[in-house]
């Protein structure tokens, strides 16, 4: 079994995801990227029984008339989401996790509300760390 864990920005949550993840995706839907401010969110999929949070108590909003995303109430990270239309899947959002590689997307989703500038990505500069830490 994998127990995969993770938490917030701040700490204040903590969670353990069991069994194997699945629907492991890179969203672009205009509701990711509205309750994060993000051009796309990678999320994964498990199923609800193998999912707890360990530490803290998530704050709870229903984003949509079939969805409910929890984050946490001290730093504001979003770390899952739960639709009506699937009872029997969490998604967690993939950054939250400890070790982030170790569920990589396997495909993306809702391109057809992909921010148009996310395609010029990869030919952008790309620094290591601090755009400055580049500068002469």
Known sequence: MIVLT??????FLRYEASGVPFEETLCHCSLCR???????????SVRPRDF????????RYA????????????????VTFQSTA????LVVTTATLDDPDAVP?????WVSSRVRW????????????????GRT
């Open 52 to 59: 707890k949070f360990t530490e803290g108590k998530p704050t």
């Open 105 to 109: 997307p396997k495909d993306q989703t």
């Open 63 to 78: 984003s949509s008339e079939t969805g409910t995303r929890s984050f946490c109430p001290q730093c504001g990270a979003q």
């Open 6 to 11: 993770g938490g917030c920005q701040c700490g």
């Open 118 to 133: 996310m395609d010029d990505v990869p030919s952008l500069n790309s620094y290591p760390r601090d755009r400055a830490e």
């Open 34 to 44: 509205g309750t994060t401010g993000a051009p796309a969110v990678a999320w994964f």
């Open 86 to 89: 699937h009872p029997g899947e």
